[in-house]
């Protein structure tokens, strides 16, 4: 085995340089080209990836401040809501107010009249009731200038 034979050995190197060359012809290049281009797509496919990454962040940005104006707007909308719904309120609280005075006037205003009228129909009967009294006094009927003669003695009386 550890015989050199010179033969062998020329054939040996001549063979493998036909096996490398025929390999570098059919396999290595096509090897290397898909190689390549399988790198040239990872880099592409990673610069696709980082393009998105950042236009996913700012899209994300603007959902946020999106959300943000929306929030604001919210707030914005519950506050005016409440201060709407203060302003019905004292508003009804006051037409409320003025409805119940007017009514209390009313009322006022109809005992007063409903008292004169029952005091003017009281000294009316009373007065009907005297004169009926002082007929059975008197046993007679008194003719009109004797009930303002009458009339007139009693508030001359009455003043004094």
Do not use: C
Request: proline share 2%.
């Amino acid at each position: 085995m550890m015989d050199l034979h010179p033969g062998l050995m020329i054939w040996t190197i001549i063979s493998f340089v036909i096996l490398l060359v025929v390999l570098k012809k059919f396999a290595w290049t096509p090897i290397l080209t898909a190689l390549d281009e399988r790198e040239k797509g990872i880099k592409d496919n990673i610069e696709a990836a980082r393009k998105a990454r950042e236009e996913a962040e700012q899209s994300l940005t603007v959902y946020r401040q999106k959300i943000t104006e929306a929030q604001a707007e919210a707030q914005a909308l519950v506050t005016k809501a409440r201060a709407d719904a203060e302003r019905v309120r004292d508003e009804l609280i006051e037409k409320s107010k003025a409805d119940a005075q007017a009514q209390i006037e009313r009322a006022r205003k109809q005992i007063e009249l409903e008292s004169e009228a029952a005091i003017k129909a009281i000294r009316t009967e009373v007065s009907s009731l005297a004169i009926f009294a002082a007929e059975k006094i008197i046993n007679r009927s008194l003719t009109p200038e004797d009930h303002k003669r009458l009339a007139t003695e009693g508030l001359k009386e009455s003043l004094n």
